[in-house]
């Protein structure tokens, strides 16, 4: 069994709706929480970043935490064509360590 | 600044031949990771180098090594290369003194036949 796990999709929506990802995982140690998005043919690039447990928002995007579940999700509000991509979310123990763990990726489609 | 940039962008090689692939970080960055993506496993963490030194690695065999210069480039080597070594490899530059963020290059594309 893998330490994170997200649903791959594809996932498909029309634009303006609310986007919900996810991602479950099994190490309790893991403290900090990330949510990367990755275009095709790019690399992966820093969308939020979460400590613990609760709610981050930033613009239409919202990032939520729960750790007594071990559930991660990430919300797109009035999602748009450009956020079509691949969601990846990724989590380390502590501050110091650099190496993230990620999740497979969700491919994520917003139809106009 | 520039960002983070790979070399070669695609790479063909057979089964048995050896790879090296190049990363330059976000200038002033010294901690350099390698990843391994593919569409069953996703990203899977290499290893970091600091300062020239290997700081971290992950579960990946002994054939996969890399290093670092003293102007934090880097590089990783694949020997004999496999079949299921195919896959996109990114590398990752951070300042390591800010919250783990790490600014990813564009990959290299490495197909082996």
């Known amino acids: 069994q893998k330490e994170v796990e997200q649903d791959p999709g594809p996932l498909s929506v029309p634009e303006g709706a609310i986007v919900s990802l996810n991602c479950t995982y099994s190490?309790?140690?893991?403290?900090?929480f990330m949510w990367y998005r990755q275009y095709s043919r790019k690399g992966p690039e820093l969308l939020m970043y979460?400590?613990?447990?609760g709610n981050k928002e930033d613009g239409r995007f919202t990032a939520q935490v729960d750790k007594s579940s071990k559930y991660i999700s990430l919300f797109i509000r009035d999602s748009q064509p450009s956020d079509s991509a691949t969601y990846l979310c990724a989590m380390v123990d502590n501050f110091g360590n650099e190496k993230l763990t990620f999740g497979t990726g969700t491919r994520l489609t917003i139809i106009p | 600044k520039a960002g983070v940039t790979q070399t070669p962008r695609y790479l063909i090689k057979t089964r048995g031949q050896q790879v090296t692939l190049s990363c330059s970080p976000i200038s002033g960055h010294r901690s350099v990771s390698w990843y391994q993506q593919t569409p069953g496993q996703g990203l899977q963490f290499l290893f970091e180098y600091f300062s020239e030194t290997q700081r971290n690695k992950g579960n990946f065999p002994g054939r996969f090594s890399g290093r670092q210069f003293s102007n934090s480039r880097s590089e990783m080597n694949v020997s004999t290369l496999e079949l299921g070594d195919s896959a996109l490899y990114l590398c990752?530059?951070?300042?390591?003194?800010?919250?783990?963020?790490?600014?990813f290059g564009p990959g290299t594309r490495l197909t082996v036949l």
């Open positions: 979460t400590y613990s447990s």
């Open positions: 990752a530059s951070s300042s390591r003194t800010d919250y783990n963020e790490q600014f």
């Open positions: 190490n309790s140690a893991f403290q900090y």
